[in-house]
């Protein structure tokens, strides 16, 4: 399944589910952000393509959800502006709860390209997954992510106290989560 998705900038996106030739460009995101140095608790860039196509094996082995969106005028490793995870817990009893994970390229932030990935990853987990609910964490210095995620309808269920260290400031860990069944009666 994919969806076409008109940008308020006039430019016109597809959401997809991942696919092999798209592995360099999410691993481009991720380490753009890695860079940035604020958003998420890993201090080194992902270079080997080893490492890149082993995730990939394994999203694909454990049938997790992974949607990216794909701008078609642009070329590898740009044409991913974004990709949103949502992968399985490690635990039996815990299979119908999924992990939310969610990078936007900087140029494409604030345009709801975030909102949209989220929309899709979520209905695709129940879908094919029956995920029954989403967690996620953030930084709590993050006030973007949190804003985003609780306008979709997770709410916080605990905060980790100075769970991260960055450039010797503590931050704390804001650990949210959503039922699905509540989102979708918000938002069918
Ligand atoms: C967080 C992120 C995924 C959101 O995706 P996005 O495409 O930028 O988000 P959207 O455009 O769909 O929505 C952003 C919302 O946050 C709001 N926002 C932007 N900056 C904000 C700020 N500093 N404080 C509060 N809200 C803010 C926007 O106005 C918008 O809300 P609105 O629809 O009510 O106006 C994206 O910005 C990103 O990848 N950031 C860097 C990596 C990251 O933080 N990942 C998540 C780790 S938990």
């Known amino acids: 399944m994919k969806k076409v998705l008109e940008l308020k900038t006039?430019?016109?996106i597809i959401i997809r589910h991942l696919t092999k030739s798209d592995v360099d460009d999410v691993w481009y995101n991720f380490n753009e952000v890695i860079e940035e140095?604020?958003?998420l608790p890993v201090f080194l860039?992902?270079?080997?393509?080893i490492e890149k196509d082993t995730w990939y094996l394994n999203v694909k082995k454990e049938n997790e959800i992974c949607i990216i969106a794909e701008h078609p005028g642009l070329n590898a490793p740009y044409k991913v502006i974004g990709q949103c995870e949502?992968?399985?817990m490690?635990?039996?009893a815990a299979s119908h709860v999924g992990v939310l994970g969610i990078i936007i390229?900087?140029?494409y932030r604030d345009i709801f390209v975030g909102r949209s990935l989220i929309d899709f990853a979520i209905r695709e987990s129940k879908k094919l997954n029956n995920k029954e609910k989403?967690?996620?964490?953030?930084?709590s210095t993050n006030e973007r992510a949190l804003h985003l995620f609780k306008k979709l309808g997770f709410t916080v269920v605990g905060i980790r106290?100075?769970?991260f260290l960055l450039d010797s400031k503590y931050i704390d860990e804001v650990m949210m989560e959503l039922w699905i069944d509540d989102y979708f009666n918000e938002n069918f």
Request: avoid cysteine.
């Open 134 to 139: 989403i967690i996620l964490s953030s930084f």
């Open 105 to 107: 390229r900087k140029k």
């Open 161 to 163: 106290k100075k769970q």
């Open 45 to 49: 860039p992902v270079k080997s393509q």
């Open 86 to 88: 949502i992968s399985n």
């Open 90 to 92: 490690e635990w039996d």
């Open 10 to 12: 006039g430019e016109t």
């Open 37 to 39: 140095g604020i958003y």
